[in-house]
């Protein structure tokens, strides 16, 4: 396996950064969005039986232990739930549009690693093809053909290690940012019957 990246010569460093950093990314974004959900779970569960109770202390204190971005605009609700209904919706749109960073930390990074890795493999394609062609123009592929090889395998193995990071990456950003779409409809959603509840109209 060594040997057979070495033959794809000093482009194939960069697309193995790119790589390592695209595993890293998702692995990272996988778990987040799985202890996220548990974490709101739980989290809804306990917040409206204290709702129910108008709890509006164990309420804020349960947001405080949770530190998701629904349980942060859940706290920025709770803690403006005196004003009035047109200057709450517009604290609580603020908020959401505050914490979505939060739900796409790092996916920018993971769309820009599924382009560059396709470039760099092009640019390998590229450059190992301008070596055989020189090795030919030289008249060295019957002296030499390790040479040719040697270029032709340079061409070749950059193209598919580029598509090998460059296909999972834009899989999982695509799906990521599904993901993101989801959680903040469903937080609209939430949030919306949370701040119908504080207002005792449901």
């Known amino acids: 396996m060594f040997s057979l990246l070495k033959s794809?010569?000093?482009?194939?460093?960069?697309?193995?950064?790119?790589?390592?950093?695209?595993?890293?990314?998702?692995?990272?974004?996988?778990?987040?969005?799985?202890s996220m959900k548990k974490k709101n779970r739980a989290f809804l569960y306990s917040l409206n039986e204290a709702l129910a109770r108008k709890d509006y202390s164990l309420c804020e204190e349960l947001c405080s232990q949770t530190e998701t971005p629904f349980s942060k605009v859940v706290f920025t609700s709770l803690k403006m739930r005196n004003l009035d209904e047109k200057h709450l919706e517009e604290v609580v749109e603020a908020e959401l549009e505050s914490v979505i960073p939060e739900l796409e930390h790092f996916l920018t990074i993971l769309g820009t690693i599924a382009g560059i890795s396709t470039l760099l493999g092009l640019f390998g394609t590229v450059t190992g093809n301008i070596k055989a062609f020189g090795v030919?123009?030289?008249?060295?592929?019957?002296?030499?053909?390790?040479?040719?090889?040697?270029?032709?395998?340079?061409?070749?193995?950059?193209?598919?290690?580029?598509?090998?990071?460059?296909?999972?990456?834009?899989?999982?950003?695509?799906?990521?940012?599904?993901?993101v779409n989801k959680e903040i409809a469903a937080m609209e959603k939430e949030i919306t019957k949370i701040l119908l509840k504080i207002s005792g109209r449901i």
């Open 136 to 179: 030919l123009g030289e008249g060295a592929s019957m002296g030499n053909p390790a040479v040719l090889a040697g270029a032709i395998a340079e061409a070749l193995v950059t193209t598919a290690a580029g598509l090998f990071v460059a296909i999972p990456s834009t899989i999982f950003s695509n799906y990521f940012n599904r993901r």
């Open 8 to 34: 794809g010569g000093i482009l194939i460093i960069p697309i193995i950064l790119c790589g390592l950093a695209a595993t890293y990314i998702i692995i990272e974004r996988c778990i987040y969005f799985s």
